[in-house]
């Protein structure tokens, strides 16, 4: 097996501005296994540039893979993604760099076996609904970007919101778009006392609000949930189905938004939608502005049953002006059809990656 991880830098066509900061580019390590057949499958790791959103960075990611994922595997000679997970747990977290290792393995795999990344998952759908991300901005840009993904076909908007806006900005896009499914997402940026700035926006009648509070604060949201009628979700507070369990004994949330990435690769991804499934708690998929790629894995995951609401799965051209596979993804009639051919299911474009790649190396 040989392991090539490139570091890829992609302009986002416009900077993206939640409550942590702002996003200008993607900096992403895709990862790139070859087997003794030639047979190729891909990975990306979604940690971000900056610990913002978790600790983990592309630097701590790379080393992680370079100095101790990658040699593990390639000394023990491991190949089955399913166990990858439990054979790395003496690493601690570091989910990010592990799932990126991970997927690889499980698009190499459904490769191998001919069959799709979906049908190996046990998806049932052949097309999944999407939604998309709007970024803090000035109100009127964060308008007139609803009103074209609206015309584009997404059929669920997220809008960004943070302590300093949030009441005024969803009053004036609920009075342009009084019916459209919409949610919000704090991304951590308020505290327990701020529950009654919170409470006002149960009048938007919203999907969800997502994750408002820090990420081990799961107390917290539960006393939130008890007085909003809005459903929560969490994102940043689910880094495993151990803390899912925590979540749905607290009544923490009552929707669980799933990132292979943050839980450390697919296998994990679909014990937590079993586990969800089970317990009538709906889940989504998440978005990390990942190239093609990581993008191809989430639609392969959201074809599972108990994803029943739209997710961050937005098409190629919401951040990219060109993306690093072939076909890119595409809406049609507000949808985006499962693909059926083999692993990812998508090709990765050798000469755009080329062109992306800032460094890149293969581990021994
Ligand atoms: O909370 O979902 C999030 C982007 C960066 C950091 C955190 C989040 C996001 C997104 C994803 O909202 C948007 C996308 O992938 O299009
Ligand atoms: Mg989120």
Redesign the pocket.
Known sequence: MKITLHTIEMPLKVP?Q?S?GT?YKRESIIVEIEDKDGAIGWGECVA?SEP??TEETIKTSYHMLKDFFIPHILQHHITAPSELNRILASYKRNNMAKASLENALWDLNAKRQNNSLAALFGGVRKEIQVG??V?LGETKEMLDQIHAYVEEGYNRV?V?ISPDRDYTLLKEIRNEFPILPLMV?A?SAYTIHDIDQLKRLDEFNLLMI??PFGDNDFLDHRVLQEVMETPICL??SIHSLEDVKVAVALNSCQII?I?SGRVGGFQESIRIHDYCKEHNIPVWC?????TGIG?AGNIALSSLPNFVIPG???ASA??WEEDIIYPEITLRNGKIDVPTSSGIGFEVNRNQLEKVTVYKEIIK
């Open positions: 993206f939640t942590y996003y971000f913002w959103y998309v991300v970024g997220k960004k997402d991304n997502e994750q994102d940043e938004n990132k998440g978005g990390m502005i990942e993008r961050d799965v937005s919401r951040h």
